[in-house]
């Protein structure tokens, strides 16, 4: 999460975060703010066991995603850079 955050912004970070929690069915609001309700899901999923894992597979496919639409928006530009970014996501 930390090196996502340095190469895209906090906010974007955050909010791939909170998109993630979202997918394990936390309800946390994607608003790119850490808070106590974003702090609290990711407690409460890593307290289950196999939530660390749930929160990292969906967090590196929301990673990934925020990579592709940067790529989709800025077109060829930002293209060349696709695969060096998926590898970063998922690493």
């Not at 909010?15 to 808070?35: F, T």
């Not at 990711?42 to 496919?61: C, N, P």
Request: positive net charge.
């Amino acid at each position: 999460m930390l090196d996502f955050a340095v190469n895209v912004g906090a906010h974007p970070a955050v909010c791939c975060l909170q998109r993630a929690l979202g997918v394990c069915d936390s309800g946390v609001a994607v608003d790119g703010l850490i808070g106590p309700a974003t702090i609290a899901a990711t407690k409460a999923l890593v307290d289950t066991g196999s939530g660390e894992f749930a929160i990292m597979v969906e967090l590196r496919h929301e990673c990934a995603a925020f990579y592709r639409r940067i790529a989709a928006a800025k077109g060829q530009s930002a293209r060349k850079y696709l695969h060096g970014w998926l590898a970063r996501a998922y690493a």
